[in-house]
T-cell receptor, first 108, second 113 residues
Framework: GQSLEQPSEVTAVEGAIVQINCTYQ??????LSWYQQHDGGAPTFLSY????GLEETGRFSSFLSRSDSYGYLLLQELQMKDSASYFC?????????FGKGTRLHILP | ETGVTQSPTHLIKTRGQQVTLRCSSQ?????VSWYQQALGQGPQFIFQ???????GRGNFPPRFSGLQFPNYSSELNVNALELDDSALYLC????????????FGSGTQLSVL
């Protein structure tokens, strides 16, 4: 079957760094994407990795290891507005699969 | 440049009825995908349309069907509504059938009573 696994919840302190992991099992793989969704809002695109390595976009970075079927999203200098759900997603074959999401709680 | 728009924003139906949800893709995008998102869950892929043809489908029954029009807007139709169909329905657009960066609309919240 095809699946993505990510932690259901993560808690961190404002100003700190947090890493959200994602492991996947898919038939066919093009790349790993990350999305942020605030309560009541739509998912918004954060980053995409097609090749192994680290991609950096401001405070957010994303990493991919295709051989390990693993990736992570790194959020630095956490702000209260980063409190949201984060989803990893892969395109496997002719399907787009999302993880169940990681709820990020930020403490002041 | 206009973003992805969905209508209606909220809808209440009763079991057994049919519903049509609409989506206008972002300017310049020719690919639309639809998702069902239950509360506290990730989006579940329903299907995707590229240049008016369905080119991918998730594990949803045939009563979930869709269309894409020449202007690349799209409809999601659900027949014989069931209580479990209550969810947020999201539409996303992208270009050239590529899905590494999806632009989502705000969704339609469907309640089936």
């Amino acid at each position: 079957g095809q699946s993505l696994e990510q932690p259901s919840e993560v808690t961190a302190v404002e100003g700190a760094i947090v890493q959200i992991n994602c492991t996947y099992q898919t038939s066919g793989f093009y790349g790993l994407s990350w999305y942020q969704q605030h309560d009541g809002g739509a998912p918004t695109f954060l980053s995409y990795n097609a090749l192994d390595g680290l991609e950096e976009t401001g405070r957010f970075s994303s990493f991919l290891s295709r051989s390990d079927s693993y990736g992570y999203l790194l959020l630095q200098e956490l702000q209260m507005k980063d409190s949201a759900s984060y989803f990893c997603a892969v395109e496997g074959g002719d399907k787009i699969i999302f993880g169940k999401g990681t709820r990020l709680h930020i403490l002041p | 440049e206009t973003g992805v728009t969905q209508s209606p924003t909220h809808l209440i139906k009763t079991r057994g009825q049919q519903v049509t949800l609409r989506c206008s893709s972002q300017s310049g995008h020719n690919t639309v995908s639809w998702y069902q998102q239950a509360l506290g869950q990730g989006p579940q892929f329903i299907f995707q349309y590229y240049r008016e043809e369905e080119n991918g489908r998730g594990n949803f029954p045939p009563r979930f069907s869709g269309l894409q029009f020449p202007n690349y807007s799209s409809e999601l139709n659900v027949n014989a509504l069931e209580l479990d169909d209550s969810a947020l329905y999201l539409c996303a657009s992208s270009s050239q059938g590529l899905n590494e960066k999806l632009f989502f609309g705000s969704g339609t919240q469907l309640s089936v009573l």
